[in-house]
Every structure is written in structure tokens, then in C-alpha cells.
């Protein structure tokens, strides 16, 4: 899917992403306004006795026995909470249809009040053994459903042709079951770790992509600026585009979206053919800027174009491709 073809709308690009580099206005709070009351002399002395008396009364801290009787919050207890946990079965609650090749697929959670307890950034396993198979099929995703949210998880999968699991789970219908395990730890996040991140993506590489941008959106004191690149075949198979595009319209100061199309439509006005070395030079952070990260996650052809293979799940592998060739180093990208 990847080859160094030019983009015929290179220019527009570099224009855009000129503007999309000058920092905006810096925003000023207004000032405070102190608001001091008087009470009147003339209310006499009986009267500011008693008004002297209901402020101590309201004002004073609730005693033992009533402390007793204010409910305690505590926070959501998490589905998955790794270690010897072991396997979860979740059942299927809801199959949405998102194109010709993938869905969207609602696991229902032990119970109404869990959340999932995944952290960012990090995804689940799932696991299935057919008959006639030797070992069970066993495949990480990525839940597209915010952490926060109680009693479910959301999958988005799409079909491979001879994929046992994405097979499986598009042959599945609500109420029949599935084995999770979790979290796996991918690249842990902290608001503002850096100054600027880049996501390069491939078909359903784009989810974990998605939960760490939302993340930091979500979060009113993170202020990551973010930059997405995302390859696709064709404009009907960009997964949440509407959910990135609320984004850039909320954020257009730190967010932009780059969609690069193998088979474009008439009219198609961003990236055609492949994602290549021109595209990244124009729209990513210098490999020389201070604080920067570029995160990569695609099919097999996509990692050995853009960054070299991982070796394992727990090894990056070396730098190499498109982004070694642009001056980027070991410790700026990370593979998920």
C-alpha cells in the first residue's frame, strides 16, 4: 500500500499546514472582581446577633453522626485488571454495520457499573478456538469506547479474508460470547509528555491512534498538538472520520487530519496514491523539534515502508524506512 509517489496536492498541503503551525492568540483571563458586602448598623443589635449566630451554624462542618450519613463516591471498578486475572467472557450486546468490510461490535461488561480499566495507551485481547483448530486464534484491539464509560466496550474490526478472528467476529450475532483479557500496556501517557505527537496509520491501525487522541482532547490541561496521517484504498474505508473531524473543528489549532487515498473519488482534494516521504516532510514535526513523538500503526507493508518491523510485541525493532530516511531517531517513534 505504501510507495513514494508525489502528491498532486503537495502545495495545498504545505499552505495549510503554514497556517496550522502559527501558534494562535494566547488566551488572557479576565480579572477577578471582589464583591464585599455591608450589613446595615441600623438592623440592631438583636438582629446581628442572630445573623452573627445562622452564619456560624451554616458555616460549621458537619458533625460525626452526620458525616455517617453523606454518601461516600468511589470510583468504578474495572472490568479487566490484568495479572492472574485470566480470561473474561463478555457477551455481545450489538452488531452495527460500518462498511463492506467492517463493524462495530458492543461487548456488554460483567457488570453495569465497570468500567473497562484499560489505561492510555493500552488494548485488550481477544481469543477463539473453532472446531478443527489446533490453538485458539488470539488477537489484540484496540476498544474504540472512551475508558470512562460504564457497562460496555466498543470493537471496531475489520474483515481480513482468511483471518480466523475478525472472521469469526463477523459471523458472531448479540447474546453469544467472546474471551478478553487485559490490558495490555502499550506506550504509557501522561498530559503533555510531549509537545507534539504524529500519528501514522493504516486501515484499523487508526484505533489505538484514536484512543490516545482522544485522551488528550479530552483533557482540559493537556495541551498536545497533534498531527494524523492516515492511508486508506479508498474514502469509504476511513474509519472514524467523523470522529477526528469533530476534533479538528473543536481544536484547529492543534489538531489537523491528512488522508492519503490509493483509489481517490472524483474531487478528492487531500493525498492520492500512497503515503510518502514528501507528505511526511511537509506535514510531520522536524526531526529536529524539541519534545516530539510519531507513533505508527498499519498492516505489515506499512511498518516496513514508514519505520521497519517490530520484532516482537515487546521489541520496537530498529528504525528504518521513510522515517529513518528523514532524520527521525530511535526514540522518537514508537510502534504500536
Not at 499546514?17 to 480579572?31: D, E, L, V
Not at 486464534?137 to 460504564?150: C, F, H, L, W
Not at 479474508?161 to 475478525?166: A, I, R
Request: with cysteine; net charge positive.
Amino acid at each position: 500500500m505504501i510507495s513514494r509517489h508525489a502528491l498532486r496536492s503537495a502545495q495545498p498541503i504545505k499552505q495549510s499546514i503554514r497556517r496550522y503551525a502559527t501558534p494562535g492568540p494566547s488566551s488572557s483571563g479576565g480579572s477577578n472582581t471582589i464583591i464585599y458586602a455591608a450589613v446595615a448598623a441600623t438592623a440592631g443589635i438583636g438582629g446581628y446577633y442572630y445573623y452573627s449566630r445562622s452564619l456560624k451554624t451554616a458555616s460549621a462542618p458537619p458533625s460525626s453522626a452526620e458525616q455517617q450519613t453523606i454518601p461516600k463516591s468511589t470510583p468504578p471498578s474495572a472490568a479487566f485488571t490484568g495479572g492472574d486475572q485470566g480470561w473474561l467472557s463478555l457477551k455481545l450486546s450489538n452488531v452495527e454495520e460500518i462498511n463492506h468490510n467492517t463493524k462495530k461490535f458492543r461487548f456488554e461488561l460483567p457488570d453495569k457499573d465497570n468500567v473497562s480499566g484499560l489505561q492510555i495507551a493500552s488494548a485488550l485481547l481477544t481469543s477463539f478456538k473453532g472446531p478443527g483448530m489446533e490453538k485458539p486464534a488470539i488477537r489484540p484491539y484496540t476498544p474504540t469506547s472512551d475508558e470512562d464509560e460504564k457497562g460496555f466496550i466498543d470493537l471496531v474490526v475489520k474483515r481480513y479474508p482468511n483471518g480466523p478472528m475478525s472472521e469469526h467476529m463477523h459471523a458472531m450475532v448479540p447474546e453469544q460470547r467472546l474471551d478478553f483479557k487485559g490490558p495490555i500496556p502499550k506506550y504509557p501517557w501522561t498530559p503533555n509528555k510531549h509537545n507534539h505527537i504524529a500519528l501514522i496509520a493504516g486501515g484499523t491501525g487508526i484505533t489505538p491512534m484514536y484512543q490516545l487522541a482522544r485522551a488528550i482532547f479530552k483533557n482540559p490541561e493537556d495541551k498536545t498538538k497533534v498531527t494524523l496521517v492516515f492511508g486508506n484504498l479508498t474514502e469509504e474505508d476511513i474509519l472514524l472520520k467523523r470522529e477526528f473531524e469533530d476534533l479538528e473543528n473543536e481544536f484547529p489549532q492543534r489538531f489537523r487530519a491528512f488522508y492519503v487515498l490509493d483509489n481517490p473519488p472524483d474531487g478528492w482534494a487531500q493525498g492520492k496514491g500512497h503515503v510518502n516521504p514528501e507528505l511526511l516532510k511537509t506535514v510531520l514535526p522536524e526531526p529536529k523539534t524539541e519534545n516530539i513523538k510519531v507513533f505508527v500503526c498499519g498492516p505489515p507493508g506499512m511498518y516496513k515502508a514508514i519505520s521497519g518491523a517490530k520484532k516482537s510485541p515487546s521489541d520496537q525493532g530498529e528504525l528504518a524506512g521513510m522515517l529513518k530516511e528523514l532524520g527521525y531517531s530511535q526514540d522518537q517513534v514508537y510502534k504500536f
